[in-house]
């Protein structure tokens, strides 16, 4: 799959595809390709669902305003449809559009990010920390190198300044982090496997609520 991509960063779904096959839980997803079959996916998965353009060449979909959130029924999928592909064929250079990812919306969690890169000097490289809008606003983050045994996945959830949140927040039932960590582990599996093909790959947001883990984006940037 990462050398059918000939070099290019993978699209979010064949990233999580590839991700799926050492075990890291990822949301229930189709891609369609016109309204119609955007409208009928969603009606599959059950609602609310989520719209995202799927193109190797947007791995920012947030910020390129691609993506819908919280979609209860199919007028309001149609409407998305519309909007999120409007906005995707504004953008200059025109990107490569494989369709539009119809996801189930999952409830509200704890976002983290599990991702690795590859080290001239050491090698590969996992790293953990809070995800989703605070990855960047709150830079907490661990990291080891790849692979990690369980015990060490459960280190480097115990390195992070905001561990507390794992343990349960403002209602939110505590995070299992043996299931976290068992995450982290497979996605440093991954990056240590891949050492020759990939440069970088990120899981963010992980969803988690309770046991319940998923993996609602990803990206996987090879080698060239």
Do not use: W
């Not at 409407?79 to 250079?93: D, L, S």
């Amino acid at each position: 799959m990462i050398a059918a991509a000939g070099g290019n960063t993978l699209t979010e779904r064949e990233a999580k595809a590839a991700l799926a096959l050492y075990g890291v839980p990822v949301v229930g997803e189709l891609v369609a390709q016109d309204v119609d079959e955007a409208v009928n996916a969603a009606g599959s998965l059950g609602y609310p669902v989520v719209l995202k353009v799927e193109s190797s060449d947007l791995p920012h979909k947030t910020e390129a305003g691609v993506v819908r959130l919280n979609l209860r029924n199919a007028d309001e999928v149609r409407e998305a449809y519309q909007v999120i592909m409007a906005r995707a064929n504004a953008v200059t250079p025109p990107p490569r559009i494989a369709g539009v990812l119809v996801q189930k919306m999952m409830p509200q969690g704890i976002e983290m990010v599990v991702g690795a890169r590859i080290d001239p000097l050491f090698g590969p490289l996992v790293v953990a920390g809070l995800g989703g809008i605070l990855v960047e606003l709150m830079q907490d983050s661990a990291l080891a190198p790849a692979p990690v045994t369980h015990d060490e996945a459960l280190g480097l959830l115990g390195q992070l300044k905001g561990a507390r949140l794992l343990d349960g927040f403002r209602g939110m039932p505590a995070v299992d982090r043996g299931r976290l960590a068992d995450v982290i582990c497979r996605v440093a599996a991954f990056a240590a496997d891949h050492r020759e093909a990939i440069v970088e790959l990120d899981v963010n947001p992980l969803i988690c609520v309770g046991d319940g883990l998923v993996a609602v984006d990803a990206l996987i940037v090879p080698k060239c």
